[in-house]
């Protein structure tokens, strides 16, 4: 499928990458900054005649079928909606969607007026460090989940939460109903520039069904990402950044005692 991607960052020479092992026909590399083109070239390969400064005439010199979108996020509302009216049938958005509701509504409405398939990078409903727990969660002996709470250095709401965000939606199943968030006062030095906003601080967010998720990524915490997953019969433990899980279930006995009685034997 001809292909092009918009942005040479970090992400976007990942994804030439990809694109390249997946054996599509890369048909365009766009972005205003030259040295991130430069070294699209260097890594990848992607000659200079692939190179283009602006996307919308890149989209309609090269009539692309998949367009991954992986510039930053105040321009990712306008390229899939351009994508999809320059007839892309795959956008592949890199994360945060958007930066408003507003600009995420009119991606999806954009989309299915043209028909094209529209995907957000969040790669870690397909990890193995999420879909082992969900396994586990989702097991008998555990019960299923009830809370997950992250306990993490300070790694930005919006340049990382939005990731757990949308873990709890993969290991529930449900959407939140309910967000209550405390943001530090300050904002984060941001890796991609002093334009960038984000913040630290805590979270919690509610489902229809009552499962709970909670972020503590406050300003002054300095190390790790660690999660743990609750259920009716078990606690699940993963420490993300050392690739440790470690996880108990009440012995089989004692499961239908109720949850206050939550020293029982366990396994
Ligand atoms: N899914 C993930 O795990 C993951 C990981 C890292 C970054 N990201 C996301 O990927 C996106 C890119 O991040 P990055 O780390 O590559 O940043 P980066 O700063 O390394 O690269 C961004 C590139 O986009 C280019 N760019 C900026 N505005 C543009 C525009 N209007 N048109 C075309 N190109 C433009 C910049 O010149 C730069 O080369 C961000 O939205 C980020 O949140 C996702």
């Known amino acids: 499928m001809r292909t092009v991607v918009i942005g040479a960052g970090r992400m976007g020479r990942r994804h030439i990458q990809v694109v390249k092992d997946l054996g599509l026909e890369l048909v365009g590399v766009c972005d205003p900054n030259p040295e991130s083109l430069a070294l699209a070239e260097k890594e990848?390969?992607?000659?200079?005649?692939?190179?283009?400064?602006?996307?919308?005439?890149?989209?309609?010199?090269?009539?692309?079928?998949?367009?991954?979108?992986?510039?930053?996020?105040?321009?990712?509302?306008?390229?899939?909606?351009?994508?999809?009216?320059?007839g892309a049938q795959v956008v592949l958005c890199e994360k945060p969607m958007g930066v408003s509701l507003t600009e995420c509504d009119l991606m999806i409405e954009t989309c299915r007026a043209h028909d094209t398939k529209l995907a957000?990078?969040?790669?870690?409903?397909?990890?193995?460090?999420?879909?082992?727990?969900?396994e586990i969660t989702d097991s008998a002996a555990f019960g299923g989940l009830s809370s997950v709470s992250v306990v993490a250095g300070n790694f930005g709401m919006s340049m990382n939460g939005t990731h757990y965000f949308e873990m709890f939606r993969y290991m529930t199943g449900e959407v939140p109903v309910e967000v209550q968030a405390w943001f530090s006062p300050e904002p984060l030095t941001n890796p991609r520039g002093a334009q960038f906003s984000d913040r630290a601080g805590s979270l919690r967010v509610t489902t229809a069904s009552g499962k709970r998720?909670?972020?503590?990524?406050?300003?002054?915490?300095?190390?790790?990402?660690?999660?743990?997953y609750a259920g009716p019969y078990g606690r699940l433990t993963v420490d993300e950044l050392a690739g440790k899980m470690?996880?108990?279930?009440?012995?089989?006995?004692?499961?239908?005692?109720?949850?206050?009685?939550?020293?029982?034997?366990?396994?």
């Not at 990848?44 to 692309?64: C, E, I, Y």
């Not at 979108?69 to 351009?82: L, R």
């Not at 998720?213 to 743990?228: K, L, N, S």
Request: aromatic residues 10%.
């Open 246 to 267: 470690s996880w108990v279930v009440r012995e089989e006995q004692y499961r239908e005692l109720p949850t206050t009685r939550y020293g029982m034997p366990y396994i």
């Open 44 to 86: 990848q390969g992607v000659p200079a005649k692939l190179h283009f400064r602006d996307a919308n005439r890149m989209m309609t010199m090269t009539s692309p079928e998949v367009v991954v979108v992986a510039s930053t996020a105040p321009s990712h509302c306008e390229y899939t909606c351009d994508a999809a009216e320059a």
């Open 213 to 228: 998720f909670y972020m503590e990524i406050g300003p002054d915490q300095g190390h790790g990402m660690q999660v743990t």
């Open 120 to 134: 957000v990078n969040h790669q870690m409903r397909f990890m193995e460090q999420y879909t082992a727990a969900k």
